[in-house]
């Protein structure tokens, strides 16, 4: 199993997140959005003030070793979805 983590920041801040929480696992820098875009997971987004913006809706994608997409995980939530992963691949 590979882990890869994707998100539009820098490859300068994906290095730096990566050595600041010890990550053992890829991150790509998505700069132009474009594998956010193909995963449809570049949305509009709106603020609680009301304003929107373009922005990653948090979401983890299982990949079967063919390329195709086995399960998803729409808008998760940070702080639980490590423990609802684990118990779906476990």
Do not use: Y
């Not at 890829?26 to 709106?46: K, N, Q």
């Amino acid at each position: 199993m590979r882990v890869v983590g994707c998100s539009p920041d820098t490859v300068e801040a994906q290095a730096a997140f990566k050595a600041k929480n010890h990550l053992p696992f890829t991150l790509l820098a998505d700069s132009d959005h474009a594998i956010a875009e193909r995963f449809g997971v570049w949305v509009l987004r709106t603020r609680p003030t009301g304003e929107q913006n373009w922005g990653i809706q948090r979401s983890t994608f299982i990949l079967g070793p063919d390329g195709v997409v086995r399960r998803t995980f729409q808008q998760v939530d940070p702080a639980t979805h490590a423990k609802e992963l684990l118990s779906h691949l476990l």
